[in-house]
């Protein structure tokens, strides 16, 4: 009985062993910290539990406002970086071997340089004293800012982009070799229009691989703090999720309830998006 124990405990640590750091890691950093906040988001100050905190974020408009802002700002940066991305991705895969590495070193850079250093880099570019907008007020002789307001609606749009196009081509840059040459070949021979091919064989192919990096674009904007908390300084600033749990935090000591429902509520946007984005790489590998 003991030599029987001992040797499913030699394989059951053979088998998991390693992954046990990190899955703690895992437990500690995600887990026990997203059920904490599934407990405030219900936990009442009476000690009951209810949907109390639910209907005053619902019943506030300022959290409405965030709510609306975080999921059009999502969809909208998801959509242009998908627009942008993938011809972009379709060009750099018929480069040759030298211009694709200048540009894939280039995107790389580009995905990873978020965070307040970008934030400062357009509100030095773009802002009311930015240095290109001194120089157009010089050029064009105009009084007026002629960019958007980098905290507003359309500001954030020209910040996020710089780094969701790149971060959209690097993510869907693979999935274009699934789609080889020999097929339009193929199509050629068989007197198909090039046209017809991308109507037929081409975006019926592409198209859950694309979809997949509109779900992960969506879902990395949405979730972004960073970036929003330092363009958007100003009041009249865009409200997004993010930045009302931040707000919360840093404003109240007590009654954080409102901050556990937004957090909750990006979860379920989070994992939401994960479904789907699985149903669309399930969909995908039938062709890898």
């Known amino acids: ?36 906040l599934v407990h405030d988001t219900f936990a009442l100050p009476d000690g009951s539990y209810g949907l109390g905190h639910v209907a005053k974020v619902i019943a506030n408009p300022v959290d409405r406002q965030a709510v609306a802002g975080s999921l059009a700002l999502g969809c909208v940066q998801a959509t ?13 895969t018929r480069m040759r071997l030298g211009g694709r590495a200048f540009w894939l070193s280039l995107m790389n850079v580009a995905a990873n340089f978020a965070g307040i250093g970008l ?31 980098t905290g507003s609606f359309s500001g954030m749009n020209i910040v996020y982009l710089y780094f969701n196009v790149p971060m959209f081509v690097l993510l869907t840059l693979p999935a274009l070799s699934v789609l080889k040459d020999d097929w339009q070949e193929a199509a050629a021979v068989c007197k198909a229009t090039r046209r017809q ?9 592409l198209a859950p691989f694309v979809a997949a990096g509109w779900l992960l674009v969506f879902t990395w904007t949405i979730g972004v703090y960073a970036v929003a908390y330092a363009v958007a300084a100003s009041p009249g600033s865009q409200k997004l999720i993010t930045l009302q749990i931040g707000t919360t935090l840093e404003s109240s000591v007590f009654g954080l309830g409102r901050a556990a429902v937004l957090s909750v509520l990006l979860m379920i946007l989070a994992v939401g998006a994960t479904v789907l984005y699985r149903q669309c790489v399930k969909r995908a590998a039938r062709w890898l």
């Open 1 to 36: 009985m003991t030599s029987h124990v001992e040797g499913a405990a030699r394989r059951f640590l053979t088998r998991w062993g390693p992954a046990l750091p990190l899955l703690a890691f895992t437990l500690v950093t995600l887990v026990l910290p997203a059920l904490r």
């Open 80 to 92: 242009l970086a998908t627009a942008i991305g993938a011809p972009a991705a379709w060009l750099i």
């Open 119 to 149: 934030a400062f880099g357009f509100v030095a570019l773009i802002g009311s004293t930015g240095m290109l907008t001194l120089v157009l007020r010089a050029l064009l002789g105009v009084e007026d800012n002629p960019f958007p307001s």
């Open 197 to 205: 091919f991308w109507r037929h064989v081409g975006i019926p192919v």
